[in-house]
């Protein structure tokens, strides 16, 4: 059985006793301490009229999450109303979109018409796009040691989990394409499910606030 | 808590409601405003580094892995906002505890004169202590946060809050002599 090396002192700061636990100068140095504290805190200092307002207009200025709009939506309770004709149409055109439908292997070539960029913050799209519209972008990250690598953004509410990487022939070089809106993004790479890791490719890097370094992405949808 | 509790908020704000993010918002907002003024910035900075802390939080909700602990995450914003905007400035010659009113305007101006010298002192032996003293020192003693919170906010360790309280500690014991023999 371990035999318990705190001091006094750290239990006291462990919350384990009170004032009376500690010896008699710890004591009163520590009564003289709290008491000439707690004037600042027994102040009633209030955060200033108009925080909230301003913190909430700066939200709803900021551009909307079209993949969290969109889970939304999909998520959202609703009651629908069946009409046979109706639902037959529908899924003589869900069959119709399913069949035209390109393959779906994360890794391959973008086709043309689809523009990428190996991780750098310029990212061109297609001739087609439209302002806002999702372009594919291939990100590409090495991580020889990785067990796994996910990607990370803004767009997509950092998630995680949501966009893993492909690791290439056990090359230690990871590569997915992934549409992404356009716009300013910032984004990290996830290594083995923890470990947040900015992309040294890119061009720009930004302090997320939390101790932690983001890359930063521009997705244009100009002509190359 | 008054409300909903913040894991019901956080889960309403990622599905798109925005306004239960403001309910947030009012939860948090004197207590880290309060704590922005103890760490030395005034009335206009602590402002701009909350709204900046709740943009940022809001922005990057996703990265709250567990809400019901939304608080430790939105404090962990702050704190280092505050720690980026304070290694921006030179340090003040005036501070944030002067230039709020922290007393009642209705008391007694006797009592008043006195609280305001306590301030003035609080505010003395506080600009004395590092950076990471003051922190802790700010978070266990006005914010009555646990030795185990603050070492979860800081990602630190226990022992080294510890180890920074006991510093701070002691270098407080000096100015708090004077202040006790000033006041006879």
Known sequence: MNRDERTPLERYLDGETDLDGLPPADRHDEARLVEFLAAQRRSGVRAPDGLRTDVMREIEALPRNRWQDLLSWFLRPRTLHWNPAAAAALAVAAL??????????????????????????????????????????????????????????????????????????????????VPVPAGVHEYAFVVDGSEWRPDPLAGSQTDDGFGRTNSVLLVSNAEV | MLGPPDRELVERTRSGDRQAFGRLVERYQDDLFRYALHMGFDEFEARDILQDAFVRAYRHLGRCGDPDRFDGWLF??????????????????????????????????????????LQEKVRSALDTLPEDQREAVVLFYMHGRSVKEIAAGLEVSDSAVKMRLKRARDALKVHLETAYEEAG
Do not use: K, Q, Y
């Open chain 1, 96 to 177: 119709a979109v399913l069949m035209a439908l390109p393959d779906g292997d994360p890794a391959a070539p973008p086709r043309a018409g689809e523009a990428v960029a190996d991780g750098v913050p310029a990212v061109m799209a297609g001739r087609d796009a439209d302002a806002g519209a999702l372009v594919v972008t291939r990100f590409v990250f090495v991580a020889p040691e990785a067990s796994t690598v996910t990607l990370t953004g803004d767009w997509v509410g950092w998630d995680a989990e949501e966009i893993p990487l492909r690791e290439l022939r056990g090359s230690g070089v990871w590569t997915v394409d």
């Open chain 2, 76 to 117: 962990r914003i702050t704190s280092n906002l505050c720690r980026t905007a304070g290694r921006r400035r030179s340090r003040r010659t005036t501070t944030s505890l002067e230039d709020v009113t922290l007393v009642d305007e209705a008391a007694d101006p006797e009592d008043r004169v006195e609280a305001d010298m």
